[in-house]
C-alpha cells in the first residue's frame, strides 16, 4: 500500500487531470489485473511477430525435386503392384514423363522375398523382380522391411541386389518405357491388353546405377529441432518485456481522474 505522500509525490497535475508516472523497476505496477494481463498479452503477440512465426511443416505436394529420396518416391505411389513387385505409380510417371529420374537409395533384400501368382503381367522383368532400395540403411532391421521402391530391371544386367548389396546407389530411371507397349495379361482373370500397357508404363524401369555416398540426413534433424523447439520461449520472453514497456507507456498517456487514481492504491 502507498502512503499519502508517496502518492503525492508520485502523481503531478496537468489541466487539471492527474497523470500517473511510470513505476519504477522493482514496484508492482497499479493498474487493475485484467488490464495487466491484457498489456501482457498484446506484447506476446508483438514480440511472436517480431520474433517470427513458428515454421510452418512443408508438405509434400506436387512433383518432389530431383535426385528423389526413396520416401519421397513412396510419397507420390499410391500403393498398387503389377505382378508380385512391380511398383505403378501413374502420379510419378505424370510427374516426370519419360524423362530420366532420378532417386538415391541404399539397396537391401528381407529374408524370405519370393511366392507365386495365379494371374499377373508379362514380360516377367517388368512386374516379378527388380532392384530393392530403401531410404535408410537400417530399415530391415527396424521393422521397416516393407518400406522399398522396386526398380524394374532390363534383361542382360545381372543381380544387381547381389552385386550392390548393402550399399547407397544414385538410380538413373524411367516412366514409360517403350517395352512397356509389350505388356499383356496372363493367368486367371487377367487384365486386357490395353489395361496391362497402361499399367506397366507407369513402371519405373532402370536406365543406370552407381554407388553414391550416404545422404547426411543429421543436418536437417537439427534444423528442425531448433526451428520449432525454442520458437515458443524466445516469443514469450520477447513478449513479456514488450508488454511491460507497453503498459508503462500507456499509464504515462493514460489521464486518470484523482479519485480513482487514489483509490487505486489504497
Not at 502523481?11 to 497523470?19: A, C
Not at 497499479?30 to 506476446?44: D, E, K
Not at 493367368?187 to 507407369?202: N, Y
Request: glycine share 14%.
Amino acid at each position: 500500500m502507498l502512503g499519502g505522500q508517496n502518492v503525492a509525490a508520485r502523481r503531478r497535475r496537468v489541466t487539471g487531470q492527474v497523470r500517473c508516472d511510470p513505476p519504477s523497476i522493482l514496484e508492482v505496477p497499479q493498474c487493475g489485473l485484467v488490464n495487466c494481463f491484457a498489456a501482457i498479452a498484446v506484447g506476446i503477440v508483438v514480440g511472436g511477430s517480431l520474433v517470427g512465426a513458428a515454421p510452418e511443416p512443408v508438405l509434400a505436394s506436387g512433383c518432389p525435386a530431383q535426385p528423389l529420396t526413396v520416401g519421397e518416391l513412396r510419397g507420390l505411389w499410391g500403393g498398387e503392384f503389377a505382378g508380385f513387385a512391380g511398383m505403378t505409380n501413374p502420379r510419378g510417371r505424370a510427374c516426370y514423363g519419360g524423362s530420366s529420374v532420378r532417386v538415391i537409395g541404399f539397396v537391401d533384400q528381407p529374408e524370405g522375398v519370393g511366392g507365386t501368382s495365379a494371374a499377373g503381367i508379362k514380360p516377367a522383368w517388368l512386374t516379378e523382380w527388380g532392384l530393392l532400395l530403401y531410404g535408410a540403411s537400417n530399415a530391415i532391421s527396424t521393422d521397416h522391411a516393407n518400406d522399398f521402391y522396386t526398380i524394374a530391371i532390363p534383361p542382360g544386367l545381372g543381380d544387381l541386389n547381389v552385386h550392390y548389396a548393402r550399399r547407397w546407389v544414385v538410380v538413373t530411371a524411367h516412366f514409360d518405357d517403350r517395352r512397356a507397349r509389350t505388356c499383356r495379361g496372363w493367368g486367371v482373370d487377367h487384365v486386357g491388353a490395353k489395361e496391362a500397357v497402361r499399367v506397366c508404363r507407369s513402371i519405373l524401369v532402370l536406365s543406370s546405377v552407381s554407388l553414391t555416398s550416404a545422404p547426411d540426413t543429421s543436418t536437417e534433424l537439427v534444423v528442425a529441432t531448433e526451428g520449432v523447439g525454442d520458437w515458443p520461449l524466445r516469443a514469450l520472453m520477447f513478449g513479456l518485456a514488450a508488454g511491460i514497456g507497453l503498459l508503462a507507456w500507456v499509464r504515462r498517456r493514460r489521464p486518470f481522474s484523482a479519485q480513482a487514481f487514489e483509490a487505486q492504491t489504497r
